[in-house]
């Protein structure tokens, strides 16, 4: 198989989004959000790795249609998930009522690319004997989320992960917010946190704090990343995974650590003030940034 500069793999998640004016039934998870996100900035060298029942494949083929490349491995189930939001949209409940089957390296074995993101949902997902043999095709980011859930009774719970230090040794880039970031180091101040992660490995540290915007920390430096203002609050789901997009398909095109936290703020804002994937456009982006 050729070497795609990107390659995001995870679960599409079968989503029902329950907030106070509606409920809504759609397809969800990061790989969902982030290929509808990157076909607006520019998919030609993008590779979508995902799993999910046959009779869910309708979401793949749609994705193919907007000229995405997708490799879509079979499982028993699709992920669902139920999130329920309150007035506050940084505050959610979830319930999994269906899990996937676990990726393995078998079926990921003829992948390459320069940057593989693992869009974890599930503590599960990918275990660490995915991780080392990942670490040794390309550049590995995550989004912690996943590892730090754990299914119970179909409750979702939030736990730390017992395989940390062994696994972020072989993790370039990755990306936690505050909760998480408070259950994976026990540190309540981003810098303290960052600082903690990069000594367990993690070359680039990207800590996503709401309004208060994000901090990158990588090769001994620092960078506090603004929020910008949203115009209103539509959906906050799929943020973080919005945030990876912008900042990886900027990192991947030369771009510094501080122009891509940028990028990946803006491209945040304009996510949130609608339902669904990001569809705005790299000019609105940078639009955004320059105020």
Same mark, same amino acid.
């Given at each position: 198989?050729?070497?795609?500069?990107?390659?995001?793999?995870?679960?599409?998640?079968?989503?029902?989004?329950?907030?106070?004016?509606?409920?809504?039934?759609?397809?969800?998870?990061?790989?969902?959000?982030?290929?509808?996100?990157?076909?607006?900035?520019?998919?030609?060298?993008?590779?979508?790795?995902?799993?999910?029942? &046959?009779? &869910?494949?309708?979401?793949?083929?749609?994705?193919?249609?907007?000229?995405?490349?997708?490799?879509?491995?079979?499982?028993?189930?699709?992920?669902?998930?139920?999130?329920?939001?309150?007035?506050?949209?940084?505050?959610?409940?979830?319930?999994?009522?269906?899990?996937?089957?676990?990726?393995?390296?078998?079926?990921?074995?003829?992948?390459?690319?320069?940057?593989?993101?693992?869009?974890?949902?599930?503590?599960?997902?990918?275990?660490?004997?995915?991780?080392?043999?990942?670490?040794?095709?390309?550049?590995?980011?995550?989004?912690?989320?996943?590892?730090?859930?754990?299914?119970?009774?179909?409750?979702?719970?939030?736990?730390?992960?017992?395989?940390?230090?062994?696994?972020?040794?072989?993790?370039?880039?990755?990306?936690?917010?505050?909760?998480?970031?408070?259950?994976?180091?026990?540190?309540?101040?981003?810098?303290?946190?960052?600082?903690?992660?990069?000594?367990?490995?993690?070359?680039?540290?990207?800590?996503?704090?709401? &309004?208060?915007?994000?901090?990158?920390?990588?090769?001994?430096?620092?960078?506090?990343?603004?929020?910008?203002?949203?115009?209103?609050?539509?959906?906050?789901?799929?943020?973080?995974?919005?945030?990876?997009?912008?900042?990886?398909?900027?990192?991947?095109?030369?771009?510094?650590?501080?122009?891509?936290?940028?990028?990946?703020?803006?491209?945040?804002?304009?996510?949130?003030?609608?339902?669904?994937?990001?569809?705005?456009?790299?000019?609105?982006?940078?639009?955004?940034?320059?105020?």
């Amino acid at each position: 198989m050729n070497t795609h500069s990107l390659c995001c793999i995870g679960y599409i998640t079968q989503d029902k989004v329950v907030t106070p004016k509606n409920t809504i039934y759609m397809p969800g998870g990061t790989s969902f959000y982030f290929a509808h996100a990157i076909k607006h900035l520019n998919a030609s060298d993008f590779l979508l790795i995902t799993a999910l029942a &046959d009779t &869910d494949m309708g979401v793949v083929e749609d994705i193919r249609k907007e000229g995405i490349s997708v490799k879509a491995l079979h499982s028993t189930h699709s992920v669902c998930f139920e999130n329920i939001y309150g007035e506050n949209q940084n505050e959610r409940t979830q319930r999994v009522t269906a899990k996937a089957d676990p990726f393995t390296v078998e079926g990921l074995k003829d992948i390459n690319a320069r940057i593989i993101h693992l869009g974890s949902l599930l503590a599960d997902d990918f275990s660490l004997e995915v991780i080392k043999f990942l670490s040794g095709k390309g550049l590995l980011s995550v989004d912690v989320q996943g590892f730090l859930r754990k299914v119970d009774n179909e409750k979702v719970l939030a736990v730390d992960w017992p395989e940390k230090k062994e696994a972020l040794k072989y993790i370039h880039i990755l990306k936690a917010n505050e909760a998480e970031m408070e259950v994976l180091t026990g540190c309540r101040e981003p810098h303290e946190a960052a600082l903690l992660i990069a000594d367990w490995g993690v070359k680039e540290v990207l800590l996503t704090l709401g &309004d208060k915007g994000s901090l990158i920390y990588a090769q001994g430096e620092f960078h506090e990343i603004p929020a910008y203002p949203a115009l209103q609050i539509t959906d906050a789901t799929g943020c973080g995974d919005t945030y990876m997009v912008g900042y990886l398909y900027m990192r991947n095109k030369g771009a510094s650590h501080w122009e891509a936290g940028c990028f990946a703020a803006a491209m945040c804002t304009i996510k949130l003030q609608s339902h669904g994937p990001f569809c705005g456009t790299e000019e609105a982006i940078n639009n955004v940034i320059r105020g």
